[in-house]
């Protein structure tokens, strides 16, 4: 089955620096990449996805790449601000967006810090 | 996006009670949800794909025995936790599918003392 590795586990930076979290996956077949931001006790929030016929993918101060050939993705947020603290997670669709489940990754603790 | 409706957010019971927890799609229709559960700074674990007007699949591990799910309609997925022990305490989470892309509900924090 899908396999997906996130980095790093935690990532600290300052406010109005940028931040980018990686994602790895393993089934070739996978063709969808969303993004989600969960805070304390909430369920997670679709920010951005992106699929594979394109390279690249940006939503105001959020940006997703996109690598098939090398099978990874990363978010890049740009003019971190305190409230993008949270925990994100990166998923892969191994059901190339049909009725199945996805696979995440294991998430990454963003702290920003004023 | 689409809008998920999970109750309750947190419930506290008994060692040996039952406990339901209700996943609704507001805006839209659901013919498959799905069911996630999270340990403490873990990522989301899938538990079941619930699909209306039949079984629901289980992942390998979960006891379909013990979480019983129904999806009576296209807009309700329950997740009934039997006979639970304080190891069933946990945040659990639905999910469900509106044009390809995956929102999820609120989650519920179950607490079994």
């Known amino acids: 089955g899908e396999n997906v590795e996130q980095h790093p586990s935690t990532l600290s930076v300052q406010e109005g620096d940028s931040a980018v979290i990686k994602c790895t996956y393993s089934d070739s077949a996978s063709n969808y990449f969303p993004w989600y931001k969960q805070e304390l006790g909430k369920g997670p929030q679709l920010i951005i996805d992106i699929r594979s016929n394109v390279g690249e993918k940006k939503d105001q101060r959020i940006a997703v790449t996109l690598n098939k050939t090398a099978k990874h993705f990363s978010l890049h947020i740009t003019e971190t601000q305190p409230e993008d603290s949270a925990v994100y997670f990166c998923a892969a669709d191994p059901g190339g967006g049909g009725a199945d489940g996805l696979t995440f990754g294991k998430g990454t603790h963003l702290i920003i810090q004023p | 996006g689409a809008v998920v409706s999970q109750h309750p957010s947190r419930v506290i019971c008994k060692s040996g009670t039952s406990v339901k927890i209700e996943c609704r799609s507001l805006?839209?229709?659901?013919?498959?949800m799905f069911w996630y559960r999270q340990f403490p700074k873990q990522s989301l674990m899938l538990m079941a794909t619930s699909n209306e007007g039949s079984k629901a699949t289980y992942e390998q591990g979960v006891e379909k025995d013990k979480f019983l799910i129904n999806h009576a309609s296209l807009t309700l997925s329950t997740l009934t936790v039997t006979s639970a022990h304080p190891e069933d305490s946990s945040f659990y989470i639905c999910s469900a599918k509106k044009d390809l892309k995956l929102f999820f509900g609120s989650g519920t924090q179950l607490s079994v003392l």
């Open positions: 805006d839209f229709q659901a013919t498959t």
